[in-house]
């Protein structure tokens, strides 16, 4: 019996001993390897052309060249089947826009910001402009004072279409309309599976489009439907990409009957960075004649999918390292540091840079990350590395944007860079907010 206890104990401890060498080593398996490669020459090469330039504050950087190979990818997708509007929300920049405009040659354009609105139609005065969302009609009237004031070229009444997503919206720029004796042009807005508002019941359409059709001052100019569920929502994307259009499809159909004619030259946008690429080879099954893009030209993180493959990322947050400390110490626990350290060899230092809390991740050097723990700043935030990085203070480290329609705004002018000089070559001001 004796032996018998004594065996059961020595054999207890022998699975326990391989359960923990076991969980050992699965723990070292899962355990990040260390990244020490620093800079990639890409980034060596930025980080020259910003030092040349003198910059040593936070800088959004525009790379033209990736820029402008994905103009290049956007234009072959479209071929001659779409028109092509920029959505400017997402490349606020007036000399920026005027770059994609005249490489796309295009002059539609996509807003969403009544201040941004009465900046384009000063800045840029032949440009064919639809609004991408419903303002309320406080900011149209707001439009017009402004714009009163400007005396330029712009001519509101040829020239801009202001989205309508119900009923009510309608009868509301109806009066503006005629109080201030103004014809515009209304383009409403469907919804054809995001669920975000706009129309989706036959008789109220027919009933806008009867109300338009009868006013004095309003004019029908087409619709806009916006589909970016169909690459994000589940099921299988052409089967969602198959019934938003089925239902874009259905409305101009009952737009034509409900007024009784031709539809052609009005503007039937969809589409957008995510999903421009879906409509290739398909305008003849579709009555959508224009696309929207914009994000896709500069890549923030959020656009990193399958349907922009052949883009690049043209856009990067550059920033000092204001601080390096060759251990990464977390305040009040310094345990914690040393289990950071331990498990993840790349929290093994810290840096504390220029600004932060941006939505953008860091990309250079390899391995750079966030501190969970540390917590985010927006004075200086702390980033942690691998012991061995060739990294020191002044050097500058890289993030993306996760999104460029409200991080572009953050960082004043935005520096291009021409990877061939090797150079930061201009500068381009952003849209003022308001």
Known sequence: ???????????????????????????AWLRPPAIRDGHSDYFRALSRALDASGLATPTLVIDQQRLDHNIQVLLQHLGHDFDYRIV?????????????????????????????????????????????????????????????????????????QWLIDSPRRLAQYEQLARQRSEPMRVNLELDIGLHRGGFNDDQLLSRALLDIEQS?????????????????????????WQKAMARYNRYVSLARNTLGRDLAGLTFNTGGSTTYQLYKGRANTITANELAAGSGLVMPTDFDLATLAGHQPAAFIATPVLKLQEANRIPG???????????????????????????????????????PVFGRSSNQ??????????????????????????????????????????????????????
Do not use: C
């Open 1 to 27: 019996m004796a032996h018998s206890d004594t065996f059961r104990q020595q054999r207890r401890k022998l699975i326990l001993a391989g359960v923990a060498a076991g969980g050992l080593g699965t723990a």
């Open 333 to 371: 626990t310094p345990g914690i540091g040393r289990l950071q350290r331990l498990w993840n060899p790349n929290r093994a230092r810290a840096v504390f840079i220029y600004g932060g809390n941006w939505k953008a991740r860091p990309v250079s050097p390899a391995g750079l990350t966030t501190n």
């Open 88 to 160: 400017v929300k997402s490349l606020p920049s007036v000399p920026l826009l005027e770059h994609v405009m005249a490489k796309t040659g295009t002059r539609r354009l996509m807003l969403f910001h009544q201040p941004f609105l009465n900046q384009i139609a000063s800045s840029i005065p032949d440009a064919d402009i639809l609004l991408g969302k419903p303002l309320p009609v406080a900011a149209a009237a707001r439009f017009y004072d402004r714009h009163q004031a400007d005396q330029n070229d712009f001519q509101p009444r040829q020239q801009l």
């Open 381 to 434: 935030e702390m980033l942690n590395l691998a012991a061995g990085v060739p990294l020191q203070e002044d050097d500058w480290v890289f993030l993306r944007p996760h999104q460029s329609e409200s991080v572009f705004l953050q960082f004043g002018d935005l520096a291009v860079f021409d990877a061939r000089l090797g150079e930061i070559s201009r500068y381009w001001p952003v849209v003022p907010e308001g």
């Open 216 to 240: 004095r001052w309003l004019s029908f100019s087409g619709f806009m439907g916006y589909e970016p569920h169909i690459v994000k929502a589940p099921g299988p994307t052409d089967w969602l």
